[in-house]
T-cell receptor, first 111, second 116 residues
Framework: DTAVSQTPKYLVTQMGNDKSIKCEQN?????MYWYKQDSKKFLKIMFS???????INETVPNRFSPKSPDKAHLNLHINSLELGDSAVYFC??????????FGAGSRLTVL | AQSVTQLGSHVSVSEGALVLLRCNYS??????LFWYVQYPNQGLQLLLK????ATLVKGINGFEAEFKKSETSFHLTKPSAHMSDAAEYFC??????????????WGLGTSLAVNP
C-alpha cells in the first residue's frame, strides 16, 4: 500500500486551463502539505492543513486553491494555468517532530 | 527566524570515497534538523533526523550526521560512496518543540554524483 499517493503523475495542458491534483495518505497523519519543486530542485511550501484546517498558506497566487475534505485527503486545484506553473508538485503528510512522508510527485507541464 | 545553507550545490565523489555534504543552519531556538534524499524522479524520503539527545545520528543506507551546536552545523557523511547514492540531498530545520514545528525550512539541495 502506497503511504502517500497523488494523481495524476503527469499533467500536460495548455495555458489558461484549469487542473486538479489529488492526494491521499493512509498513514493516519493529521497534517498534510503541498510543495512545489522547480526545475532547479528548489522546494517551496505552498499550503498545509492540520485535520482539515488550513494552517500554512504561503505567498501563492490565488489561482491555487487547496481543499481538504478529510484529514486523509488534500487536493490542489489550479485555475488559469500559466507557463510559470510548470513544476513538480509534491504532496506530503506529517507526524510529530516534522517528519514528512512525500508522495512521488505530479509533474505539471504548461504549454 | 531560521535558515539553512547547504555548501556546494554539486558534489562529485568516486565510488568508495567518503561522502561529506555540508549543512549550516541558523535558529533562535533549539532546532530539529533533518536530511532528506530525493532519488531521480521520486519524492523525498527521510534519511535521518536530530531532535534531542545524542548528537551523532545514524540514518538509512549507512549515512550519519552530527549536530554541532557550536558550529551550527549538521553535516551528512557516509564512509564509502556507492553508485546508488547518486541523488539530491536536502537539509532542513524546524524550530523544534518550542515553536511552530509544522513548517520546515529547506536548504537548496546538493546534487551528489558518484563516479565509477
Amino acid at each position: 500500500d502506497t503511504a502517500v499517493s497523488q494523481t495524476p503523475k503527469y499533467l500536460v495542458t495548455q495555458m489558461g486551463n484549469d487542473k486538479s491534483i489529488k492526494c491521499e495518505q493512509n498513514l493516519g497523519h493529521d497534517t498534510m502539505y503541498w510543495y512545489k519543486q522547480d526545475s532547479k530542485k528548489f522546494l517551496k511550501i505552498m499550503f498545509s492543513y492540520n485535520n482539515k484546517e488550513l494552517i500554512i498558506n504561503e505567498t501563492v497566487p490565488n489561482r491555487f486553491s487547496p481543499k481538504s475534505p478529510d484529514k486523509a485527503h488534500l487536493n490542489l486545484h489550479i485555475n488559469s494555468l500559466e507557463l510559470g506553473d510548470s513544476a513538480v508538485y509534491f504532496c506530503a503528510s506529517g507526524s510529530g517532530a516534522n517528519v514528512l512522508t512525500f508522495g512521488a510527485g505530479s509533474r505539471l507541464t504548461v504549454l | 527566524a531560521q535558515s539553512v545553507t547547504q555548501l556546494g550545490s554539486h558534489v562529485s565523489v568516486s565510488e568508495g570515497a567518503l561522502v561529506l555534504l555540508r549543512c549550516n543552519y541558523s535558529s533562535s531556538v533549539p532546532p530539529y534538523l533533518f536530511w532528506y534524499v530525493q532519488y531521480p524522479n521520486q519524492g523525498l524520503q527521510l534519511l535521518l533526523k536530530y531532535t534531542t539527545g545524542a548528537t551523532l545520528v545514524k540514518g538509512i543506507n549507512g549515512f550519519e550526521a552530527e549536530f554541532k551546536k557550536s558550529e551550527t552545523s549538521f553535516h551528512l557523511t557516509k564512509p564509502s560512496a556507492h553508485m546508488s547514492d547518486a541523488a539530491e540531498y536536502f537539509c532542513a530545520v524546524s524550530p523544534g518543540a518550542t515553536g511552530n514545528n509544522r513548517k520546515l525550512i529547506w536548504g537548496l539541495g546538493t546534487s551528489l554524483a558518484v563516479n565509477p
